[in-house]
């Protein structure tokens, strides 16, 4: 049953590693229907209770429900509290005031959501499409897509500017305290994961944090990878970032848990470059250089351990194959002039 007269046409749930997603979406829709996006509407929570904030638009403020979903939804404290808002407004107000978009073709809707309810894959659907089909629901709930105006494209304008104004102050002393604030949250948030990995007794990561360095490696004495923080200047930002690199050999950690050493330096294979980036809602984090996903310090942590196990794979794997390779080599120099084994 439609919501009459409400707020906003459109409220959208999503994690923070999916902001960069929920803002083109946001932006998009937001030139010609009202649309409640947390990072665009922090001045309207500003000093009220924030879960009654958080819940109220999409319990009984929104025409249409938007789930931008990965697993982890649901799971945070400000998804938990608005799962629960939409879970009871599709009880109260019939499933027809949510959409479901999922965003990688791993995750599984929750229980919770009926079979026939209408889902989207993102990655089928593309940005565009995905934006169609939520003007049309929104126009089944009786909303209306009203053309931009000069005063709505100004307010757009403004909020670019005044996120240009903030992240230029990034390179402020306040800026670089906080952006190495971010390091040490990711360098502990890595090392967190490994600690829940091997506690499970499934792979074994040995986790180490040098400080001094601003540096953190996982080793599983076979390969290593290493997040370092490199900043050229101590009071600018500038040839600063951080280098996620893979290498052909492991490290030695002196002091479990801690310091970790390179000892006879493996080979670089791969390395990818972060910088620091700061998102809608003012949080510190990063982006992948050339990207434009931003990643909080506990997603790109999740990143980089997931990035590190996929290594161990990978070398295990070629390891298998270039020994089959060898053990190929020597049959055929054993083989006399009609193939047969000598």
Known sequence: ??????????????????????????????EGLKVFFYPGNQEELAGTDG???MRKPFY???????????????KTPWTRVEETAIKEACLAHGWERLLFVVLDQTSIPPTWLPRTHIRLNFQAYGLEQTVGVIKARVQEQGGQYLPLTPLKRAQMLKAEENLRYDKGRMNSPQGIEAILDSVSELFTEIKRQCDEVNAQRLIQIRCGIDNQFHSCGMTDGQVG???????LYPN??????????????????????????????????????YSPDLSLAREYGWKEDGGDEFLSSNALAERCVIQFMDWVERHAAGRD???ENRLGAVVTRHRDGRGRLR
């Open 1 to 30: 049953m439609p919501i009459e007269n409400p707020k906003y046409d459109v409220a959208i749930s999503f994690l923070t590693q999916d902001e960069a997603i929920a803002a083109a979406i946001y932006q998009k829709l937001s």
């Open 51 to 53: 879960q009654e904030s």
């Open 60 to 74: 009984d403020e929104s025409r249409l429900m938007v789930v931008l979903y990965r697993e982890r939804w649901g």
């Open 225 to 231: 990878l290493s997040v370092n923080w490199n900043q």
């Open 236 to 273: 600018s930002l500038e040839h600063s970032g951080l280098a996620v690199s893979e290498f052909d050999g492991g490290f030695h950690f002196p002091n479990p848990g801690a310091t970790f050493v390179v000892v006879n330096p493996p080979r670089e294979m791969r390395k990818t470059t």
């Open 321 to 323: 194959q270039r020994s």
